[in-house]
């Protein structure tokens, strides 16, 4: 890129896939970016334990499926997939895995760690690979990303890797700030908040903003009615609403978001939220993009942007 041009590589919604980040992290090179982010629900959502018949043979419940282990390379194969799909594992001996039935402080505690243990994992092997290639990586969080998120990301420094969570930052004298938090989800995860508060937060973020036309909006929610925000309604049992043989599609962005766009005009905004909404969505000037996301199958879903000095030079969807 040229003197005042400046790449970035943007991906969101990878939910504890080592494939996926390792791809992410890989992307700074085969792209030649000089920056790229993760925007938001960057942790697992499950867990599977592995247990110790005592014979020698160890145990697992796959998609309903009972997968039994003989050795140790069998165990490592099925760990390896597992953690490509999103998904945390732990061994257990069949005592102790009995004595973590109905223990949910256990259970959490176990989940946690697996989770932290993950996030520390990748924030050593971004630091690493950035190194090499002088890339910056920036890290937000999302609605379905727990607390404990922000502690193992505030408490670890890492040259390269910059947490920015309801922050302002620089990037090649464009300003970004970013949000994670969603508005009311069926899935009641563990960062939502109603349109009111939202519009707070973003306001007061924003109003960070010295040129706000010149900025970018890391946003994991995209704005409703967008295109990037379409996703089957759900029932009050998680079920999709059928309607003439077909799901009933609905708008899960939010007013908020599209409000702030509207009013501060940014350059463009990176949003992910609804997996299956990839695509891109131009609302006044700002250019709204989701990259979606296919993490459980391994495949990185991406975007590419192109900034030089006060405008958005271009700017592509990629995947691999």
């Given at each position: 890129?040229?003197?005042?041009?400046?790449?970035?590589?943007?991906?969101?919604?990878?939910?504890?896939?080592?494939?996926?980040?390792?791809?992410?992290?890989?992307?700074?090179?085969?792209?030649?970016?000089?920056h790229i982010i993760l925007g938001g629900d960057i942790t697992g959502k499950a867990?599977?334990?592995?247990?110790?018949?005592?014979?020698?043979?160890?145990?697992?419940?796959?998609?309903?499926?009972?997968?039994?282990?003989?050795?140790?390379?069998?165990?490592?194969?099925?760990?390896?997939?597992?953690?490509?799909?999103?998904?945390?594992?732990?061994?257990?001996?069949?005592?102790?895995?009995?004595?973590?039935?109905?223990?949910?402080?256990?259970?959490?505690?176990?989940?946690?760690?697996?989770?932290?243990?993950?996030?520390?994992?990748?924030?050593?092997?971004?630091?690493?690979?950035?190194?090499?290639?002088?890339?910056?990586?920036?890290?937000?969080?999302?609605?379905?990303?727990?607390?404990?998120?922000?502690?193992?990301?505030?408490?670890?420094?890492?040259?390269?890797?910059?947490?920015?969570?309801?922050?302002?930052?620089?990037?090649?004298?464009?300003e970004m700030i970013s949000f994670g938090t969603s508005n009311r989800t069926p899935?009641?995860?563990?960062?939502?908040?109603?349109?009111?508060?939202?519009?707070?937060?973003?306001?007061?973020?924003?109003?960070?903003?010295?040129?706000?036309?010149?900025?970018?909006?890391?946003?994991?929610?995209?704005?409703?009615?967008?295109?990037?925000?379409?996703?089957?309604?759900?029932?009050?049992?998680?079920?999709?609403?059928?309607?003439?043989?077909?799901?009933?599609?609905?708008?899960?962005?939010?007013?908020?978001?599209?409000?702030?766009?509207?009013?501060?005009?940014?350059?463009?905004?990176?949003?992910?939220?609804?997996?299956?909404?990839?695509?891109?969505?131009?609302?006044?000037?700002?250019?709204?993009?989701?990259?979606?996301?296919?993490?459980?199958?391994?495949?990185?879903?991406?975007a590419i942007v192109d900034l030089e000095d006060n405008k958005l030079s271009d700017?592509?969807?990629?995947?691999?």
């Amino acid at each position: 890129m040229g003197k005042n041009k400046s790449r970035i590589f943007f991906v969101t919604d990878v939910h504890g896939s080592d494939r996926c980040f390792r791809k992410f992290v890989n992307a700074a090179k085969f792209y030649k970016a000089q920056h790229i982010i993760l925007g938001g629900d960057i942790t697992g959502k499950a867990m599977i334990p592995i247990i110790d018949h005592g014979d020698g043979t160890w145990q697992a419940d796959y998609l309903g499926d009972a997968k039994v282990f003989k050795n140790e390379i069998e165990i490592d194969e099925f760990t390896k997939m597992l953690g490509d799909s999103g998904i945390y594992w732990l061994r257990l001996s069949k005592q102790e895995y009995e004595d973590m039935q109905g223990n949910k402080k256990k259970i959490d505690d176990e989940f946690n760690l697996a989770m932290k243990n993950s996030l520390l994992r990748w924030l050593k092997l971004a630091s690493e690979r950035l190194k090499e290639v002088d890339a910056t990586c920036y890290i937000s969080i999302g609605n379905d990303d727990d607390l404990i998120v922000d502690d193992v990301l505030q408490g670890e420094t890492y040259p390269k890797v910059v947490f920015c969570e309801e922050k302002k930052v620089m990037i090649d004298g464009h300003e970004m700030i970013s949000f994670g938090t969603s508005n009311r989800t069926p899935w009641n995860s563990p960062r939502e908040a109603d349109e009111p508060e939202l519009k707070e937060k973003l306001e007061k973020l924003s109003a960070e903003l010295e040129h706000p036309e010149n900025s970018i909006y890391s946003v994991h929610v995209p704005p409703i009615n967008s295109g990037l925000d379409t996703c089957p309604k759900i029932d009050a049992n998680f079920k999709p609403v059928i309607s003439g043989g077909h799901p009933v599609m609905i708008s899960a962005g939010s007013t908020s978001v599209r409000e702030c766009i509207e009013k501060y005009k940014p350059l463009v905004g990176l949003h992910g939220h609804i997996h299956e909404s990839r695509g891109i969505y131009k609302l006044g000037r700002t250019v709204c993009i989701n990259p979606g996301s296919e993490y459980g199958q391994g495949i990185l879903r991406g975007a590419i942007v192109d900034l030089e000095d006060n405008k958005l030079s271009d700017y592509l969807l990629v995947s691999g």
